[in-house]
Each structure stands twice: as structure tokens, then as C-alpha cells.
């Protein structure tokens, strides 16, 4: 089956500091990745569609200067939390559309635990 | 603006008898509905999901029952395991991305 790998699984970061979240596709290519955000006991949120070769898609009220999306090739996208700030600790998840259909169309890593000191 | 809403933060049921989980959204144009099912400090991973079209649709243990004029779906589990215990979330396809609602907690005890 269609496995996403999310990495790091969590991190701890100064406040200030850029970070680097990583969603790649294992086994098929993604042209979309999706990058959510959830808050303790919230639902996940969508923050903003990636599509490889081409700009991010960013939901209303999501900064597009502060979580820089790259999605350069079609097993990779990014996801920088830039000058980071306690308020920006969360939990981020990324899904992937691996083209199977709506059941399985919607594959989703691990998710990343964003802690800002 | 919610459009996809879990009333329900909790659910408990004891192991053996039916769960019952609600779902209600308020956009008429959502064309697919899922459930999830996640654990703490994991990605969701899919359990069922229906076609708008449809009004049920079941896979083992787990029933989706869709009612399109009153904007709600439920997801049944019989009979609920332990193992079942888990956040529980719906979501609704708005083109091609996912609107999830605010998850429900299903704890099953012996």
C-alpha cells in the first residue's frame, strides 16, 4: 500500500528559529500533498495544498510567509516553520493523493510534534 | 466557520455493544465523507467513507449510514472492541482536499 514518511516525528526549537518538516511518498508519486495543523483536542486543520513544480495553495488566515511549502519533486514536499514562536507549537500531519481513489486516495504520514521553547 | 462538526468530544461503550458515532456538516456540495481513525502522535488512517449518493455503506464492523436532507452521517461499530478505543474522525471531500471535524474520543471498556 501507498506509505507516507514524515520526518522529523518531533522536534524541540528555539524561539526564532526556522524548521524543516519533510513528507515523502515511498511507494508512488505525488503530484498533491496536503499539510494540516492540529491543536490539542482540535480537528485537523487544513493548511494548505502543495503541488509539485508549482506554488502552494494556502487556506485563509494561514501565513504564507511564515510556513514556507516546497514541493520540488513528486515524492517530496516541505514544510519550513520560519522564525518560529511558542504559538506555533502543534502537531502537523501531511496526507499525499496517491491517485487510488477516494478510500485510499488520502494517505497521511505520522505527523511531526512541533514544540517552540 | 465549522463545516464539519463532531458534537460528541467523548464516547464511551462498553466492549461488545454497538458505538455510535455522529457527524454533522453543513455543505451540501461535499461529495465524499470518511472516517478516520488516529491515535495520539500518529497520522489518521482510513476506516470507511461514502459516496454522497449513497445512504449506507458497511465493511465488517463498521457501518456508515448518510442522511443527505437533514446534512448528517453517523458511523456504527458492532460489536466495539477494546482495540477500537481511538479518536475518531469525520471528513468531507470539498473538491480535492479533506475538511475533517473535530475528532470524537471512543473509549471501549471490558
Known amino acids: 500500500g501507498a506509505v507516507v514518511s514524515q520526518h522529523p516525528s518531533w522536534v524541540i526549537c528555539k524561539s526564532g528559529t526556522s524548521v524543516k518538516i519533510e513528507c515523502r511518498s515511498l511507494?508512488?508519486?505525488?503530484?498533491?500533498m496536503f499539510w494540516y495543523r492540529q491543536f490539542p483536542k482540535q480537528s485537523l486543520m487544513l493548511m494548505a495544498t502543495s503541488n509539485e513544480g508549482s506554488k502552494a495553495t494556502y487556506e485563509q488566515g494561514v501565513e504564507k510567509d511564515k510556513f514556507l511549502i516546497n514541493h520540488a519533486s513528486l515524492t517530496l514536499s516541505t514544510l519550513t516553520v520560519t522564525s518560529a514562536h511558542p504559538e506555533d507549537s502543534s502537531f502537523y500531519i501531511c496526507s499525499a493523493d496517491t491517485g487510488q481513489g477516494v478510500n485510499y486516495g488520502y494517505t497521511f504520514g505520522s505527523g511531526t510534534r512541533l514544540t517552540v521553547v | 466557520d465549522q463545516q464539519v462538526k463532531q458534537n460528541s468530544p467523548s464516547l464511551s461503550v462498553q466492549e461488545g455493544r454497538i458505538s455510535i458515532l455522529n457527524c454533522d456538516y453543513t455543505?451540501?456540495?461535499?461529495?465524499?465523507f470518511l472516517w478516520y481513525k488516529k491515535y495520539p502522535a500518529e497520522g489518521p488512517t482510513f476506516l470507511i467513507s461514502?459516496?454522497?449518493?449513497?445512504d449506507k455503506n458497511e465493511d465488517g464492523r463498521f457501518t456508515v449510514f448518510l442522511n443527505k436532507s437533514a446534512k448528517h452521517l453517523s458511523l456504527h461499530i458492532v460489536p466495539s472492541q477494546p482495540g477500537d478505543s481511538a479518536v475518531y474522525f469525520c471528513?468531507?471531500?470539498?473538491?480535492?482536499?479533506?475538511?475533517f471535524g473535530t475528532g470524537t474520543r471512543l473509549q471501549v471498556f471490558p
Open positions: 461514502i459516496s454522497s449518493i449513497k
Open positions: 511507494d508512488f508519486q505525488a503530484t498533491t
Open positions: 471528513a468531507a471531500r470539498d473538491t480535492d482536499k479533506l475538511i
Open positions: 455543505n451540501s456540495m461535499f461529495d465524499y
